[in-house]
T-cell receptor, first 111, second 114 residues
């Protein structure tokens, strides 16, 4: 069965901490993995990863994909209260462009 | 605003009502999507339209009926819903319906079925 599993499900840290969010997957014919940040309603697209070992970076956020071990991590350094959100991982797979989301990691950053 | 506009933002409807959700984008995107997000569940893809043609229906019950009259507009017609259909319904669009493009999401319609 195709699945996308995120861990941890929730995480509470203090401002300035560094966090690592995990997304593992088991799908047929992997195509790409996407990270989203969801605050309240609409997810905001963060990264799309298709190749192993190539880090994508945007400010304090970075992400990398390991297609051999079938997972991706999202790192956030020097966290701020504005980073509090649900971080969603989604995987495109199969020739029909099926897409499956993980359950998300709820990150809370305390002042 | 993200460029994808959903209306209404909130909707409360009875189980015998008929209502429609609307999604509009003027980003020049060719693919549009409906998602359902229930509490404590992953975001679920419901329908995919590419160049106005439905290319995916993820085993969605027939009480949800999508319509895509053109590449800029997407509707979700609702009738005889159940309380468990209460959820946030998100619309998204992308330049093409394949894995090469990121998605732009609307802010969603919060639906409550009473």
């Amino acid at each position: 069965e195709d699945k996308v599993v995120q861990s941890p499900l929730s995480l509470v840290v203090h401002e300035g901490d560094t966090v690592t969010l995990n997304c593992s997957y088991e799908v047929t014919n992997f195509r790409s993995l996407l990270w989203y940040k969801q605050e309240k309603k609409a997810p905001t697209f963060l990264f799309m990863l298709t190749s192993s070992g190539i880090e994508k970076k945007s400010g304090r956020l970075s992400s990398i994909l390991d297609k051999k071990e079938l997972f991706s991590i999202l790192n956030i350094t020097a966290t701020q209260t504005g980073d509090s959100a649900v971080y969603l991982c989604a995987v495109f797979y199969d020739n029909n462009n099926d897409m499956r989301f993980g359950a998300g990691t709820r990150l809370t950053v305390k002042p | 605003e993200t460029g994808v506009t959903q209306t209404p933002r909130h909707l409360v409807m009875g189980m015998t009502n008929k209502k429609s959700l609307k999604c509009e984008q003027h980003l020049g995107h060719n693919a549009m999507y409906w998602y359902k997000q229930s509490a404590k569940k992953p975001l679920e893809l419901m329908f995919v339209y590419n160049f106005k043609e439905q290319t995916e229906n993820n085993s969605v019950p027939s009480r949800f009926s999508p319509e895509c009259p053109n590449s800029s507009h997407l509707f979700l017609h609702l009738h005889t819903l159940q309380p468990e259909d209460s959820a946030l319904y998100l619309c998204a669009s992308s330049r093409g319906a394949d894995f090469n493009y990121g998605y732009t999401f609307g802010s969603g319609t919060r639906l409550t079925v009473v």
